[in-house]
């Protein structure tokens, strides 16, 4: 046990658990590991790493194996914003965790959010990039534009705005803007337009992502047709966080708030608490959900309905349609519907539900069919008897498959 954690009064047998989203990608995920080591280093206290899907350990896995040997467990999610992971799945696994293991104490902390560690790191980002294209914000126009992923959830993408705005404060840029690579606008293709109108030196693209993985791809393929197309301004990208050393002081503060009950989540403009133009269908989801999960039992498939009279079989079938910006666009609402027709007039054993992006922008229509793990792209409404009907008869639309899991 290191001095800083006797000096914060940690016990022996107090473990942070750092929880990340997952990825097929295992560089990804050993980033989150190495993160989670750092942070061991830094707190003084074990630390493991968890993830809410796609990779092992799973949040009850890990909290099973570090139950036997720790009395108080603090979560801290490797999130940037506040949307649904943090707000609902988070939760939810919290609750569940203190209901399989009475005899520890759980706390949950807050996204990483808006940091002066994670300013500054911005900043260099966007050094590194003024040192590529030659330029220097303090005797050249230099414009940035800060591409986030996107989200369903307003709250979460409003703070992609309030970011930009405090990396523009106190600094020599000509101006620092707001993009996303999907889910919802402004695009980043839509904001390079906007701000080369102002005929700025050059743009820098800084993806605001923890990992280089599909997304930064698209974002550095995006800024480099940009880059070709105005040959006037010069544009280039710049890498994502990583696992620089100043996330551990976020982390480490976001740990610390946790484990002392003080966590400040943002409920006033939370389509969860309050209802938003937009989004009413969404207001009390995240109390909705812990309600429906906890009270999963009842929705399990069982050999005695009949004796338990509250008790119903789940669907066999669960067709779930993205109804976000870019697949809306596309007639995804369409599609939605459609299929809830077919399968009335099939009376077949099957649920329908819209659900949030499932970050395939571009390639939608979405319709994931689960159980069986496939997901069919590029739909459209005529598609709907043609999947309803290879449900029932167990099989698959071939034609129409994006990929399975």
């Known amino acids: 046990m290191s001095r800083a954690a006797d000096a914060v009064g940690i016990g022996s047998e107090e473990t942070a658990l750092l929880v990340g989203h997952g990825s097929r990608r295992d560089k990804s995920n050993e980033a989150v590991r190495e993160l989670a080591a750092g942070l061991e280093d830094r707190l003084g206290v074990s630390t493991d790493a968890a993830f809410l899907e796609l990779a092992e350990p799973s949040i009850p896995d890990a909290i099973g194996a570090l139950a036997h040997s720790s009395s108080r467990i603090t979560m801290v999610p490797l999130s940037l914003f506040a949307a649904g992971h943090v707000k609902n799945d988070l939760p939810l696994a919290v609750k569940r965790a203190r209901s399989e293991h009475p005899g520890v104490t759980f706390h949950a902390g807050a996204h990483l959010g808006i940091h002066p560690a994670i300013?500054?790191?911005?900043?260099?980002?966007?050094?590194?990039?003024?040192?590529?294209?030659?330029?220097?914000?303090?005797?050249?126009?230099?414009?940035?534009?800060?591409?986030?992923?996107?989200?369903?959830?307003?709250?979460?993408?409003?703070?992609?705005?309030?970011?930009?705005?405090?990396?523009?404060?106190?600094?020599?840029?000509?101006?620092?803007?707001?993009?996303?690579?999907?889910?919802?606008?402004?695009?980043?293709?839509?904001?390079?337009?906007?701000?080369?109108?102002?005929?700025?030196?050059?743009?820098?693209?800084?993806?605001?992502?923890?990992?280089?993985?599909?997304?930064?791809?698209?974002?550095?393929?995006?800024?480099?047709?940009?880059?070709?197309?105005?040959?006037?301004?010069?544009?280039?990208?710049?890498?994502?966080?990583?696992?620089?050393?100043?996330?551990?002081?976020?982390?480490?503060?976001?740990?610390?708030?946790?484990?002392?009950?003080?966590?400040?989540?943002?409920?006033?403009?939370?389509?969860?608490?309050?209802?938003?133009?937009?989004?009413?269908?969404?207001?009390?989801?995240?109390?909705?959900?812990?309600?429906?999960?906890?009270?999963?039992?009842?929705?399990?498939?069982?050999?005695?309905?009949?004796?338990?009279?509250?008790?119903?079989?789940?669907?066999?079938?669960?067709?779930?349609?993205?109804?976000?910006?870019?697949?809306a666009a596309g007639g995804s609402p369409a599609v939605l519907e459609s299929l809830r027709q077919a399968a009335r007039d099939a009376d077949a054993d099957v649920h329908v539900t819209r659900s949030s992006c499932f970050d395939q922008c571009g390639d939608g229509p979405i319709v994931a069919q689960y159980p069986d793990g496939v997901w069919y792209g590029a739909c459209d409404d005529e598609d709907a008897a043609r999947i309803v009907s290879a449900v029932e008869r167990d099989r698959i639309v071939s034609d129409l498959v994006h990929q399975t899991l």
């Open 119 to 327: 300013l500054d790191l911005l900043d260099d980002r966007a050094r590194d990039v003024e040192a590529e294209l030659g330029v220097d914000r303090e005797d050249d126009d230099v414009a940035v534009v800060v591409c986030a992923r996107g989200s369903s959830d307003p709250d979460s993408n409003a703070d992609v705005h309030k970011l930009a705005r405090l990396l523009y404060e106190g600094r020599s840029f000509d101006r620092v803007e707001a993009g996303f690579i999907g889910v919802t606008e402004p695009l980043l293709d839509e904001v390079l337009h906007d701000v080369a109108k102002t005929r700025p030196d050059a743009i820098v693209v800084l993806p605001y992502m923890l990992g280089d993985g599909v997304l930064t791809g698209r974002i550095r393929d995006g800024t480099a047709e940009f880059d070709a197309e105005y040959p006037y301004v010069d544009a280039a990208a710049g890498d994502p966080l990583g696992t620089d050393s100043r996330l551990l002081d976020v982390l480490s503060d976001r740990w610390q708030e946790a484990r002392t009950d003080s966590v400040d989540m943002s409920c006033d403009t939370c389509k969860y608490k309050v209802e938003l133009d937009g989004y009413e269908e969404d207001e009390g989801g995240a109390r909705a959900m812990l309600r429906a999960l906890t009270h999963q039992q009842a929705h399990e498939d069982r050999d005695e309905v009949a004796d338990e009279p509250h008790a119903h079989d789940a669907p066999g079938t669960h067709l779930a349609v993205c109804t976000n910006q870019t697949c």
